[in-house]
């Protein structure tokens, strides 16, 4: 059974223009695999991974046929039940963790926090647990990091603080998106290598959304390609050189190559036909 279904979602904004559309029918499932998003910059990956969880901030709007948990439709919920999906089975990991991290709890009170809130157990446990997932994306005086404030932590710390906060609770899915851009290239792959942990061992799902299309073949099972609001090609991450839509080919055609030497990269031509085509089931 797939952890997710999602069945024509649309995530709309009423502008003083008239309405704008953000995702545009857009139908794709989650098994126990590693999931990418691909696009440009406003092609609609964050808005399909915060509708997901249905945090899309007035006046936008989410429709969707069916956003199914393990079969039950997160569109019905209350937004009391809303609250215990988030965290403990989907979680999410933003671009910026300056947004989700509270500047005036310290960071070890609020992972202490994620954990008490999904768990029962004591402040020891939930302390032990805090402290183990510092270690585990590899921050190296995790004592002295609980104490500290959000504000007194690098940009590059606070994105893995976020990443431990989101898999304390143990989620059934995470939802990252964009969560290694801060960081730098080693402490990258340490961040991808707990993920994919936590896929192969635990069954989680992930939906890793990116620009990043080199990453997204590298680290990820399959790749849904996104443009304007749409999916517009599907592929396994290991067949991507064989993708058959302009759009994805021309992702590929722009991206630098170390083996090769190179004047200049290609500029991506777009076809306005590309936005009108119906999204690709993923
Ligand atoms: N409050 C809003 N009102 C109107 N349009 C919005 C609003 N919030 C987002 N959008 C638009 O929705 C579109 C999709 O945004 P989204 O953040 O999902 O893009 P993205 O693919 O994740 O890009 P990025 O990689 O830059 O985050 C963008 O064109 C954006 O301008």
Redesign the pocket.
């Known amino acids: 059974m797939n952890l997710l279904d999602i069945e024509d979602l649309w995530?709309r904004?009423p502008?003083r223009q008239g309405v704008?559309d953000?995702?545009r029918g857009v139908s794709f499932s989650l098994g126990r695999e590693r999931l990418g998003i691909v696009?440009?910059?406003?092609?609609?990956?964050?808005?399909?991974g915060r509708a997901i969880l249905r945090l899309i901030?007035k006046?936008?709007i989410v429709e969707a046929n069916h956003i199914g948990l393990e079969g039950r439709d997160l569109l019905q919920l209350t937004e009391r039940e809303m609250r215990s999906v988030r965290g403990k089975q989907i979680s999410m990991v933003m671009?910026d963790p300056k947004f989700s991290l509270n500047p005036v709890v310290t960071v070890g009170e609020q992972l202490m926090e994620a954990y008490l809130q999904h768990n029962s157990g004591s402040k020891s446990r939930a302390k032990k647990m805090a402290i183990e997932m510092l270690e585990n994306v590899s921050i190296r005086n995790p004592e002295r990091v609980m104490r500290a404030y959000p504000h007194e932590v690098s940009g590059g710390m606070g994105q893995r603080i976020m990443i431990a906060m989101m898999l304390i609770p143990n989620p059934k899915i995470l939802i990252a998106?964009?969560p290694t851009s801060a960081l730098d290239v080693s402490v990258q792959r340490q961040v991808l290598n707990i993920m994919d942990g936590l896929v192969k061992e635990r069954g989680m799902g992930l939906i890793f959304?990116s620009?990043d299309l080199n990453l997204v073949s590298e680290f990820c099972d399959r790749v849904l390609i996104?443009y304007a609001?749409r999916i517009v090609e599907v592929c396994e991450a290991d067949k991507l050189h064989q993708a058959q839509h302009p759009y994805t080919q021309g992702l590929l055609n722009s991206l630098p190559r170390l083996d090769e030497k190179c004047a200049h990269l290609s500029v991506l031509t777009r076809d306005p036909a590309w936005s009108d085509a119906p999204s690709v089931r993923g």
């Open positions: 995530v904004f502008t704008f953000a995702v696009g440009e910059s406003g092609s609609g990956k964050s808005m399909t901030r006046p936008g671009q998106d964009e959304i620009h996104m609001g």
